[in-house]
């Protein structure tokens, strides 16, 4: 059927979208969502009905057909709020409101052109024909278009053809035969020249397949064949090249974690070298298209570089090429080399090939001790983790020290293992450095370090934005995983977050991180159960990251399962990756229920994990944590003691925030203020310093000198970003919804009752995100002040009961819940 509405038109035979008659680029399952609303047109169709109708067997959820349906209204210019088209049926599904009109394929668009022309002589005789010469029948079409079906379809001009026999059916012919005959002879001669041609498409098809690729299609790299007996050439020729060809925005490398998954299924020990025979076959297995398998080896002093590009399902050679170079500094040269012939060759347009080809020599670095330092480190990260991969990156950067995506590197391994400063060290150094870096290292430098360093998540947006509008088929954890686990957060839009990390596992089903950011942005949307399913989705992919056991944390922490948190709490003992933040997310547990003394004595523990390991920043984070629960429950001496240690350990901006607030909220204004300056002054740009940190540092001091409208004021600003989840949380789990909480102080303050309810209501209803946050159980204890100042009693006692009931075997001599008691007792 073809289906008009507005100025479009939805062929589903031809499976097209057109406007105004011209093709637009769609993504096949949004046509397909299309196409289920067109055929139920004017009725509601449900959400699950159109998943299980679309995806079918695979796991999605109800975000990506949010986003799907998002893709159709912006291709469509309809309009959310106002649908002419598509209208949402909330909570329910879709519906297609468009005038449609149905009509069937025109003669011409059914009948496709025949592949071949078809000449005869003598036997056109038995057509009706003359014996003039041959004739031609039809026009080539691209075979790529041709199928069975069309060769076994009689044409237009062959249909008329066979007027003039039919209408002779009555007369005999002069050779005897009747025309009945000679009828069914022409249709037998039909059928078998038709099946001839058709024959011979199929054989063409796969050599024009042969030839090139396409941007749907998925390389697998090997390792070079090193017979040089010179080990630099190990596994660095393979990380080479593969730098070069990612710069192509046509081409897609099989992405290192899903070769790894591949690898461990066919039962291959972790770091085994991908040889050209284990390359074939995860080729095979993973659907791709083509293997790329290379070799050097030593001539006298020569080099001789091979690569060779064949299909793994048919074997057909795409691209081979043979380079000799004089003496080993130019065979990184010969790889840029070979790597843009080989571009070129596959049916990448030569304007790409020339913008994003920058030589390796250029762009990373011109030393192959370097590179093998750089390959190295990468594949000790994949086996052992982040902190084992640091002395070989860093040996990377002692070789060549203008080696910038190393330098990166070493920025995220640092960011990873909880070291923001030396992060922010080495992401600097990367970005003063990143002209010697190729255009997807660019990228990828100048978004960390907005994310990482100046703190500026919309710019660190708008690069990933750029990036994904440059390379839209990355299949790393690169432009999609920034988004969903760093700027997406930051900014409050977890709903994007959670599409942004469904992206990346649909790219990079075998990426940790993935899950991990999934899982992230579901619970603060409080989608408990989706959460929990993404963390199953990891571990039957073999995949369990140190983080995927804290999710498993926060989830049982919200869903009031102790049983199941002691479980993951016992699965992290002895985890050197996770055991001290599994420690300060049990330690934020306890203090939730008011069990102070176990809390400090659980984060006491991690800290001193942390200074055993040498990680004294974060050491400095979880003493942070313990001034600011000290600070909120009243002890204000303890509070103050702590802040002074966690300053003592370092100066990173997140425990400068922590420690001001902690010293705030003890009544030690000059030190808060100073803080305060210093992080406004150092951090003019970053997104969380200005619309959180600062502006809750003010209003508390501004508390502090009795100035509510003032505090008020202060906060204004923080509000676009005031659900979102800052740095500070992020790397240490504290400071979500912190301008909310002082807003709702500031509003007791001002005697305005009724204000400060709705501001606690709402970190009420952010569970997912404040998590075990104490401002968790203390929005309780103040929303029961706001309804008693508002004069609403029976709503007061109600939520004092709530936090008395929270804090049933709280430590009695903390200084809040003595407050506490003393408040419900005069209320009631």
Known sequence: MIYRFAHFEVDDTEFRLSEHGKTLQVEPKALRVLLCLLENRNSLVRKQEILDTVWKDAFVTESTLTRTISLLRKTLADDTHEPRLIETVPTQGYRFKGTVEIVSPSPARSHQPLPFRLTTQKPRAALGDDDSGPQPVETVPEPAHFSLAHALTPCPEAEADAEPVLAES???????????????????????????????????????????????????????????????????????????????????????????????????????????????????????????????????????????????????????????????????????????????????????????????????????????????????????????????????????????????????????????????????????????????????????????????QERARQTCEAWIRAYPRQTDSDPYGFLSGFIYPVLGEYEKGAEAAEKLIELSPDSSFAYVARGFNLIALDRLDEAEHSIQSASKRGLEAPFLLLLRHDIAFLNEDKPARERVVEQAQGNSEVEDWMADHEAAALAYAGQLQRANAVS??????????????????????????????????????????????????????????????????????????????????????????????????????????????????????????????????????????????????????????????????????????????????????????????NRARAAYRDFLSLWKDADPDIPIFKQANAEYAKLN
């Not at 290192?256 to 074939?280: F, I, N, Y």
């Not at 008020?712 to 949380?729: C, D, F, H, N, V």
């Open 170 to 456: 009555t007369t005999p012919h002069a050779s005897g035969q009747s025309s009945a005959g000679a009828s069914q002879s022409r249709k037998w001669f039909l059928l078998a020249a038709f099946l001839v041609i058709a024959l011979a498409a199929l054989l063409v098809v796969p050599l024009r397949h042969r030839s090139g690729l396409t941007e749907k299609d998925t390389v697998v790299l090997a390792n070079f064949v090193n017979t040089t007996g010179d080990p630099v050439f190990d596994e660095t020729l393979r990380q080479g090249i593969a730098i070069q060809l990612e710069q192509s925005p046509f081409l897609t490398l099989l992405s290192e974690d899903r070769t790894q998954h591949e690898l461990r299924l066919m039962g291959q020990p972790a770091g085994v070298p991908l040889s050209p025979q284990l390359a074939q076959e995860v080729c095979v297995r993973t659907g791709s298209s083509a293997v790329l398998n290379g070799s050097i080896a030593q001539v006298g002093s020569q080099y001789v570089l091979g690569f060779v590009a064949k299909d793994c399902h048919t074997g057909s050679i795409l691209n081979e090429q043979q380079v000799q170079v004089a003496k080993k500094e130019g065979v990184l040269t010969a790889l840029s080399e070979m790597a843009g012939k080989f571009r070129s060759s596959v049916g990448e347009s030569l304007s790409t090939v020339e913008t994003h080809n920058t030589p390796l020599e250029e762009a990373t670095t011109p030393s192959l001790e370097a590179l093998k330092a750089y390959s190295a480190g990468w594949k000790v990260n994949r086996t052992e983790g982040e902190g084992a991969a640091i002395p070989l990156f860093k040996r990377a950067v002692e070789i060549d020290p203008g080696f910038a995506i190393a330098y990166a590197a070493l920025g995220v391994m640092y960011g990873s293992t909880g070291e923001p400063d030396l992060a922010a060290e080495y992401t600097t150094k990367a970005y003063e450095l990143r002209g010697r870096a190729n255009d997807n290292e660019r990228f990828f430098i100048t978004a960390y370090y907005d994310g990482r360093v100046t703190g500026n």
């Open 604 to 793: 006491q523990h991690a800290m001193g994990l942390d200074q055993q390991a040498g990680h004294k920043e974060r050491a400095a984070l979880f003493e942070t944590r313990i001034g600011l629960r000290e600070a909120l429950f009243g002890n204000s001496k303890a509070a103050k003691d702590h802040a002074k240690h966690a300053l003592e350990l370092t100066q990173d901006r997140e425990v400068k925030y922590g420690t001001a607030l902690a010293l705030a909220s003890s009544g030690d204004s000059s030190r808060a203020e100073a803080l305060a300056t210093d992080l406004e002054k150092r951090f003019p740009e970053d997104t969380s310093v200005r619309y959180n940190y600062v502006p809750v540092l003010r209003a508390s001091l501004a508390l502090n000198h009795g100035d509510s409208t003032k505090a008020i004021e202060q906060l204004k600003i923080a509000a676009p970003y005031e659900t979102g989840t800052p740095r500070s949380a992020i790397s240490a789990f504290f400071g979500a919804l912190y301008p909310v909480y002082v807003r709702g102080e500031a509003y007791l303050a001002a005697h305005r009752g009724a204000e400060a309810a709705v501001e606690f209501e709402k970190i009420l209803k952010h569970r997912g995100v404040v998590i075990g946050d104490p401002i968790g159980a203390l929005a309780h204890l103040q929303l029961g002040r706001a309804y008693a100042l508002a004069g609403d009693n």
